[in-house]
């Protein structure tokens, strides 16, 4: 089995910045895909960004230049870095990790002001 914790988010003004953090632990076997879900109120869950054991990476258009994923491979965490947030970006953010089937986290709310 395989946990996700997630922490990191709250409240910001529009413009603002919050970081994302998301860890793993359990029976964890690289290689595995890491990423970031949002799903905001009324809405499905959508992809944000993912990133492979080797670092490669994937963004949603909404959030390229303005969000940057990384991830440590030797503690098995996650990052989202999240810049010039817009209110649309409000929403419950879900870590996963990809290992023949996604893990999830419970989410953590991102809300972002005008």
């Known amino acids: 089995q395989v946990q996700l914790v997630e922490s990191g988010g709250g409240l910001v003004q529009a413009g603002g910045s919050l970081r994302l953090s998301c860890a793993a632990s359990?029976?964890?076997?690289?290689?595995?895909?890491m990423g970031w879900y949002r799903q905001a109120p009324g809405k499905q869950r959508e992809l944000v960004a993912t990133?492979?054991?080797?670092?490669?990476?994937n963004y949603a258009d909404s959030v390229k230049g303005r969000f940057t994923i990384s991830r440590d491979n030797a503690k098995n965490t996650v990052s989202l870095q999240m810049n010039s947030l817009k209110p649309e970006d409000t929403a419950v953010y879900y870590c996963?990790?990809?290992?023949?089937?996604?893990?999830w986290g419970k989410g953590t709310l991102v809300t972002v002001s005008s």
């Open positions: 996963t990790l990809v290992k023949l089937r996604n893990y």
């Open positions: 359990g029976s964890i076997f690289s290689p595995y895909v």
């Open positions: 990133i492979t054991s080797g670092s490669s990476t």
